[in-house]
């Protein structure tokens, strides 16, 4: 009974039986006979089990392990009913349609006996001419082949939502949000997906509103082509706590900026604070929750409107019952567990607010002029010298950084957060007071331990075999645990009796912190900073690739006392809004249990 829970719980967070990361194929741990056994409790549930038994299970055919390109013999919903189209005719029709300038999210690729059928997502079968984002709906390619579009994929779906979406404008609390529901309305009735992106226009430009939401065919992940898009939709609230503690730290920033180690000329004149906001989900619905969101992901709509950066503060801090805490002394949970919450808040904060938000790029923005004094150029606090480098015409970050600018900007903003939050005035924005001796000590000890534990947890992300970082963040992180480690065992050691590492915990000096640790993160911040505003990629590489080097110690030992205690991928149980007739609506959670999230389901009326 608990492996078939564990299954329905798993396929439920998943929206199916493949893992929304990594999409690999999961199976119940009974035997087939048991699950069999379970499904005679029906007819219907019997003739289920009968159906769809060699779906569940994993068979022979290890190609069907995993979801992809039907022609390599895996497994996607993309083409359906095409078990033969290959990889090279899916390129073909896309380019056409590309070709066509039609957008291809919501759609899906059928290999008829002439050619394709290109599935639109739509309630209507047959919208209109006018309605379509292409007069044309049938084509003859150059090979003979036709292409023809068909509407009405996923038709009952559509229309539920569409209908819904249009009773929704009725409550919306400003005209982009008409405009935005309007344009779903249509989007989703017609197909078209011109319509998707002037509600997201008008989505980005609603800004701050107290409850979000975004709706559509948006990430392209789980599409083996990369181009077709898995439905999702979020209702999320403003936690007006946090968002006022945030604002605060935006209005306070030209005081604090300059505490950072370096001077006014590698900073920009006026800081302009990056767009950001922490939510509280109430749903998500989709193959997996995110930690965070950045969307839209049409480049013409982020250039010309902009794009919100949202942080989905419930799903990170949401944690299993009873959930282990590794590489955590004992005497140190109880303060680990009671602060590591706002610790973080603190910290995320702090990173995509200052960290991301602060620096300047020296530039030649175009020949002979420049954004600094050129005659006597900043004297970099590395040399003590006028800076020799910066970048030149034409050049940017992501252009001189190249690969690493991700990870690299990542480190920098964690290092301004692990900078500022040593800075009591802006743990009193966040409520924390008393000082290094009070709470505002234990919220920054917190803040220093997570982001060593976050360092060796890292290990997990490194591939042994190319030796390379799959994760920007974590990369950084480990970075930022050497550099604990650098300042002497004064401050910052890994402590161990056994050969396996499995006992490993982190020691970490909060009386040193504010003497060694900070002093340590500046020296390293200051190079990170400099070479980035400078455009001084060699230097930067010379250190950054030092540093987040793996070493045998870190590869060979700690590496697998990490795998060994690493916890499984999250599944979320999550609420349900019912209305109780009198115009109240009642919020109903459930246990963070296999149970919980099978009856969430039922309750909510799809099981
Ligand atoms: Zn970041």
Redesign the pocket.
């Known amino acids: 009974m608990d492996a078939y829970l564990n299954y329905a719980a798993q396929f439920l967070g998943n929206l199916g039986n493949y893992k929304s990361f990594g999409d690999s194929k999961f199976v119940p741990r009974l035997e087939p006979r048991q699950l069999k056994a379970l499904a005679t409790v029906s007819k219907e549930t019997l003739e289920k089990y009968e159906k769809f038994k060699d779906l569940i299970y994993a068979g022979n055919d290890v190609a069907k392990l995993h979801l992809g390109y039907p022609s390599a013999g895996h497994v996607s919903t993309y083409y359906p009913a095409s078990p033969h189209i290959t990889k090279e005719d899916i390129t073909g029709v896309s380019d056409f349609l590309e070709s066509k300038k039609l957008l291809p999210e919501n759609t899906r690729i059928r290999k008829t006996g002439d050619g394709f059928e290109v599935l639109i997502a739509s309630a209507s079968t047959n919208p209109s001419s006018e309605e379509r984002d292409l007069k044309d709906s049938e084509w003859t390619l150059d090979d003979g082949k036709k292409v023809k579009l068909v509407f009405g994929d996923h038709s009952k779906e559509m229309s539920t939502i569409a209908h819904h979406i249009s009773e929704a404008k009725k409550y919306a609390a400003n005209k982009h949000e008409v405009d935005m529901m309007t344009e779903y309305a249509t989007s989703f009735r017609t197909g078209s997906l011109q319509a998707f992106k002037r509600s997201q226009k008008a989505w980005v430009q609603d800004k701050g509103p107290t409850v979000e939401s975004d709706i559509g065919f948006i990430e392209t992940y789980r599409d083996p082509h990369g181009i077709r898009g898995e439905w999702e939709g979020f209702v999320a609230m403003v936690n007006k706590e946090r968002t006022q503690a945030f604002s605060k730290l935006v209005e306070t920033a030209p005081k604090y900026i300059p505490l950072l180690p370096w001077s006014h000329e590698f900073e920009k004149d006026k800081f302009l604070s990056p767009d950001f906001t922490s939510l509280e989900v109430l749903t998500f619905a989709g193959s997996g929750i995110p930690a965070g969101i950045n969307i839209p992901n049409y480049d013409d709509i982020r250039q010309n409107f902009g794009f919100k950066n949202v942080s989905l503060g419930n799903i990170l801090s949401a944690k299993a019952p009873n959930e282990s805490i590794p590489f955590i002394k004992d005497s140190d949970l109880a303060t680990y567990q009671k602060y590591r919450d706002p610790a973080f808040e603190v910290q995320v904060g702090l990173?995509?607010l200052l960290?991301?938000g602060c620096g300047k790029l020296l530039q030649e923005t175009s020949p002979g002029k420049f954004n600094f004094d050129n005659d006597s150029p900043p004297i970099s606090p590395l040399t003590g010298q006028p800076i020799k480098t910066w970048y030149a015409p034409g050049q940017t970050w992501g252009s001189v950084f190249g690969p690493m600018a991700a990870s690299y900007e990542?480190c920098r903003?964690e290092c301004v957060a692990m900078a500022l939050s040593c800075e009591m005035p802006i743990l009193e924005l966040f409520g924390f007071e008393g000082g290094i001796h009070g709470e505002a000590g234990d919220v920054l000890y917190t803040a220093y331990l997570q982001m060593a534990r976050a360092g060796i947890a890292a290990l997990e992300f490194w591939d042994p075999k190319s030796r390379k970082w799959g994760q920007a963040h974590m990369q950084a992180r480990f970075s930022i645990l050497r550099t604990f480690l650098n300042a002497g065992v004064e401050f910052c050691q890994l402590e161990y009796t056994k050969d396996d590492l499995s006992d490993l915990t982190i020691r970490l000096e909060k009386s040193r912190i504010l003497d060694l640790g900070r002093p340590a993160v500046d020296t390293y911040l200051q190079k990170l900073h400099i070479y980035k505003a400078t455009a001084d990629f060699s230097a930067a590489k010379r250190m950054y690739d030092e540093i987040t080097d793996v070493e045998s110690f870190y590869a060979d030992l700690v590496r697998p006392a990490v795998l060994a205690k690493k916890m499984p991928r999250k599944v979320f149980v999550q609420g349900n809004t019912v209305e109780m007739g009198d115009g109240r609506v009642e919020l109903r959670e459930y246990d963070a249990s296999n149970v919980g999230m099978v009856r969430s389901w039922v309750e909510r009326g799809y099981v």
């Open positions: 990173h995509e960290g991301h990542e903003a």
